[in-house]
Every structure is written in C-alpha cells, then in structure tokens.
C-alpha cells in the first residue's frame, strides 16, 4: 500500500520522540508551543491531541478553533507528509479548502482522528502516474475524552508532481 518505500522511515523518525520535537520546534512551533501533539500513526490512521491550556484557550473557556483547526489538519497532514515523503518523483502538497463543523464546546483535551491514509496514498500515486495535480477531501474528527464529537474538519489536499529544476 505505500506510495513510496519510505514510510518506514518516515514512522520512525515521526515516533522518535526527540526528532519529533525538533520538528515541530523547527516546522510548527505554534504546533510546539501549544502542545499539539501526534499520539498515534500508520499507513493508514493518524490521531492528533490538542491540550486545553492557556496557549490554546480563548475567552469564552473552551479551546480556541485555530488550534482545534491546527490538531485536525496536522493528522491530515502528517498522512500526506508520509506518502509523499522522500519520493521520486518529487511531490508538493497543499490545502486548497477546508471546511469545519462544530458540535460541542471543547473544554479539555480533544484527539482528532484521520483513517484515509488509504485514500490519502492512492490519491498521491494518481498524481505520479498522471503527472496531473490530484485533489482529495480529507475528514480528521475531533472527540473528547468522553468520545462525544467536538468538531470535524474536511480539507481538501492537492499533490502535484514538482517541475524539474
């Protein structure tokens, strides 16, 4: 199922626990700094944690929806960042929409959850073999710790294979 045979290492250098940090130090410090962190990824799921803290609140108690946002598109992103990653050729990514719905006030810690790895890895190879850009909607689902829905999020992610330089 790999778009590319360097998902292995792109696990483990996501899992490791201090080159992650120097990633999102590096990449995303807003990611960093508000304690957005992934818990879980494979092939073919990606979940995302998001702290509510002071870094991540607004003033109506509950988790601000930038940072909600920054969770759901990082477990997205982090799937789309492995079927790309180290492949020939090579490959760009970019969010061209997103769309958010929200349910309930998020007042602790939600985890955001995307399983289109699958899609996510088919839709990077169409691009390769059609030298096309391809686009795909990509659902992350927010819960709380009691699993009720807090907010989902659907961002279309465009791969296009880069020019030659």
Request: aromatic fraction near 12%; glycine fraction near 4%.
């Amino acid at each position: 199922m790999p778009a590319n045979n360097f998902s292995n290492q792109f696990l483990k250098l996501i899992n490791h626990p201090v080159k992650y940090r120097i990633f999102l130090l590096t990449q995303l410090p807003a990611a960093f700094f508000s304690g957005v962190r992934i818990k879980e990824i494979s092939e073919t799921k990606c979940s995302v944690s998001v702290p509510f803290k002071w870094l991540t609140r607004n003033p109506f108690r509950s988790t601000y929806f930038a940072s909600l946002a920054m969770a759901a598109e990082l477990s997205t992103g982090a799937l789309a960042m492995m079927h790309i990653y180290k492949s020939k050729p090579a490959l760009s990514m970019l969010i061209t929409s997103m769309r958010a719905d929200y349910f309930k006030k998020a007042t602790g810690k939600t985890v955001f959850l995307c399983e289109q790895g699958k899609q996510i890895c088919d839709a990077v190879q169409q691009a390769i073999l059609d030298n096309e850009p391809k686009n795909i909607p990509v659902k992350s689902v927010g819960r709380n710790k009691d699993g009720e829905i807090v907010a989902e999020f659907i961002f279309t992610w465009s791969f296009k294979v880069k020019a030659n330089r």
